[in-house]
């Protein structure tokens, strides 16, 4: 009898999407064929090696209307000339052409929403371009019978507009299992530096980020460490030269999981400083936040529900109060020479790891995807 196949999209380039990767290996633990369909930039990595096919897509356009207009529109074909027994749609953005797909073929249909995708700041302050957002949603989402989201607060504020259920499987990553801890001179790194860390494939506006590497000012003999991809990077790049921080300041480009890990697991704090500017900021479960307890980093954080909630419960880290770059400063350099605290938080972390482990999360996946399969019997 030959394998269910499974076509999950989403618009990224794939390389760091943590998410849609676990998905497919649960599916793959099911005894689906799966086929991740993304796209490919002209900056992005490799594909490393992965358990399952992938196609991302060349595009003429890799933003504005006509982009998401192109994608869109090759999406739905690739999906239609597919062979699929289940689509799984991540985002808003490769909602509609996944439902339209969903009810021609008569195939189920899993949605995955990673956030709340008409409050991004991208989205709030561009009305015309909010509101056909937010209509694809409101025509298909009340019709979908499989969704899931990041945390609690968000399926709630779906099931309120809504009155659909969204289940909830939070962005745990796999636990990572390494050999030996690379030395920091081997990926360039100060042996004489703590090492502050933030990483992210969204360093956007309003995250806190600008007035991050303005408090480099304040602090000596920390480097503040900054990982990843994201629309601000321009503005903190100019903002290091304009206050001389070059010293202060490294930026690295986005990199694979793997390494990725190599550099959080050497750094001696992360941060997490969103802004409670906009609903989708406001009840964010970033990936990172997951990353740092793993690798067994505390965390220094702006005081939003879902991170508070984990950083008080398990006791790794602590908050800021605003986001004045002097303040910053303070908190980062109370954080890493209390000693006592600093040590307290490594230990609660091991507690945490434990705890937060995608074994336990992928759970609410296996039970969705086995309902739909013994549905489909």
């Not at 980062?332 to 006592?340: C, H, K, P």
Request: proline share 5%.
């Amino acid at each position: 009898m030959p394998k269910k196949r499974a076509l999950i999209s989403v618009i990224n380039d794939l390389v760091t999407d943590q998410r849609v990767d676990k998905t497919a290996r649960v599916l793959i633990e099911l005894g689906y064929d799966v086929l991740l369909v993304g796209r490919q930039k002209h900056d992005s990595l490799r594909m490393p090696d992965r358990p399952y096919p992938t196609n991302r897509m060349r595009l003429l356009w890799e933003k504005g209307p006509i982009f998401y207009a192109e994608f869109n529109t090759r999406l739905f074909f690739i999906l239609l000339w597919q062979k699929c027994d289940l689509l799984v749609s991540n985002d808003l953005d490769t909602l509609l052409p996944n439902y339209l797909v969903h009810k021609i073929k008569q195939v189920p249909m899993v949605f995955d929403s990673h956030e709340y995708f008409t409050e991004t700041p991208e989205v709030i302050h561009r009305p015309f371009v909010k509101r056909i957002w937010k209509r694809i949603e409101k025509s298909i989402v009340p019709r979908l019978n499989y969704c899931i989201t990041v945390n609690e607060s968000i399926a709630n504020l779906f099931r309120q507009e809504y009155k659909v259920d969204f289940r909830v499987v939070r962005n745990i990553p796999r636990k990572k299992e390494f050999g030996s801890k690379p030395e920091r001179h081997a990926l360039g790194l100060p042996e004489d530096k703590q090492i502050v860390l933030l990483q992210g494939a969204g360093i956007n506006i309003q995250r806190g980020a600008e007035e991050l590497v303005e408090a480099m000012q304040y602090l000596d003999d920390i480097l503040l460490l900054i990982i990843g991809d994201g629309d601000v990077l321009p503005v903190l790049k100019a903002r290091v030269r304009e206050l001389h921080l070059e010293e202060k300041v490294k930026f690295i480009p986005k990199q694979t999981l793997e390494k990725l890990f190599e550099f959080t697991s050497l750094s001696d704090l992360g941060v997490t400083l969103d802004k409670d500017t906009n609903i989708n900021y406001r009840f964010s479960l970033p990936n990172k936040l997951f990353d740092y307890i793993h690798a067994g980093l505390p965390i220094l954080a702006s005081p939003l529900p879902e991170i508070r909630k984990i950083i008080e419960h398990y006791g790794i880290g602590c908050f800021i109060e605003n986001h004045d770059p002097r303040h910053i400063a303070s908190i980062i350099s109370s954080a890493l020479n209390d000693q006592f605290r600093y040590n307290t938080w490594k230990e609660n972390l091991k507690v945490a790891d434990v705890e937060l482990n995608w074994e336990k999360e992928k759970q609410v996946l296996i039970e969705l995807f086995t309902l739909i399969n013994d549905k489909g019997k």
